[in-house]
């Protein structure tokens, strides 16, 4: 059984949408007037003040706005693992389509609503009052943040143990081909900074070249 009904270049397609997502969904929110953007710091009045003077709002807006394209670009990308399942692993490709739509629309979700929580806080004019809600406003959308990473595990785990079981058509150690550990080496890299972004791109990089070299191949040939 060979990897059939599998677009490829949708890899490439999952790849520049994570790097879109890194590049100003991540990146973008980071670096700010003052340095850094430290997230546990945002949990405190004053190093919140601190951290977002000078920054404008429409730096937020446009994080916001790159987050929730870069999503709708990786979701045909994640769709395609399911694809590579579906013949020799029905189940698992259902996971892993369950585990896309999490990933992609919780995922646009949360990048609108962590972008937006900041550009009330510099909009309000960094006052505690407008910290208040920015805090108050995050804990009510942190689901989505969870359900995001859920959906991103669903996946990895999934397509993991299904390449291990040689259940598609790539060799074993494509099961190293996967978000999980691309990301522990990105978040050694770059300081943690948009690391999962990294390691998921890196990860349909790899998924792309695979195909081009063994999707031709039948499951019992690797």
């Not at 951290?51 to 994080?63: D, E, N, R």
């Not at 040689?166 to 900074?193: D, E, R, S």
């Amino acid at each position: 059984m060979k990897c059939e009904n599998v677009n490829s270049k949708l890899f490439l397609c999952g790849a520049f949408g994570h790097l879109l997502c890194w590049l100003g969904g991540d990146l973008l929110l980071y670096f700010l007037p003052n340095g850094r953007l430290d997230v546990m710091g945002l949990f405190d009045y004053e190093k919140t003040a601190t951290m977002l003077q000078g920054a404008s709002s429409l730096q937020f807006t446009i994080s916001g706005i790159v987050g929730v394209i870069a999503m709708m670009l990786i979701m045909p990308g994640y769709f395609q693992i399911a694809n590579i399942l579906k013949a020799e692993a029905g189940k698992s490709a259902r996971v892993v389509q369950i585990g896309t739509a999490l990933t992609c629309v919780a995922g646009a979700v949360m990048h609108f609503t962590c972008t937006s929580m900041l550009w009330h806080f510099v909009k309000a004019g960094a006052t505690e009052q407008a910290h208040e809600i920015m805090l108050s406003y995050f804990f009510a959308t942190s689901v989505t943040s969870a359900m995001c990473n859920i959906g991103v595990f669903m996946v990895c785990v999934t397509l993991f143990i299904a390449v291990i079981r040689k259940k598609t058509c790539f060799p074993k150690w494509g099961c190293l081909i996967n978000t999980i550990p691309f990301t522990m080496v990105a978040a050694i890299i770059f300081a943690g900074m948009g690391a999962m972004n990294v390691g998921s791109s890196m990860m349909f990089f790899g998924l792309y070249f695979m195909m081009r070299k063994y999707g031709k191949q039948a499951v019992s040939e690797v």
